[in-house]
């Protein structure tokens, strides 16, 4: 995919998010049927990160541990990914510097 078809997709796909930003679900990007992967690349490559999943459920019931003895969710993909504020513009302007800060916000705000 070309970056100018990547950006309208990831510009359609994204939400706003109430403390700034934009979220992309996982699989709104599989149900594109378009190239995920180069999709989740750029996204990655323009100060975009993963969410950070949930705490894992305790196993419950007989046969509720896996041979590892864990519940089985190490390993799964996210199930959005996380943009920062005024990522479109940035792009607009071809600004393809990548910041910390970002990355930064949403780790404090998801732990």
């Not at 594109?32 to 999943?53: C, L, M, R, Y």
């Not at 305790?58 to 046969?63: F, V």
């Amino acid at each position: 995919m070309e970056e100018d078809e990547i950006r309208a997709v990831v510009s359609r796909l994204s939400r706003p998010l109430a403390a700034g930003g934009s979220s992309i679900e996982r699989a709104a990007i599989l149900a594109e049927g378009t190239d995920a992967g180069a999709i989740i690349a750029w996204i990655g490559a323009h100060a975009g990160i993963p969410e950070a999943g949930q705490p894992p459920e305790a196993p419950r019931g007989l046969h509720g541990l896996t041979r590892s003895g864990t519940g089985g969710s190490e390993g799964r993909a996210p199930r959005r990914y996380l943009l920062p504020a005024g990522w479109a513009r940035h792009q607009l302007q071809g600004d393809t510097t990548r910041s910390e800060a970002p990355r930064a916000a949403a780790a404090q705000r998801q732990g």
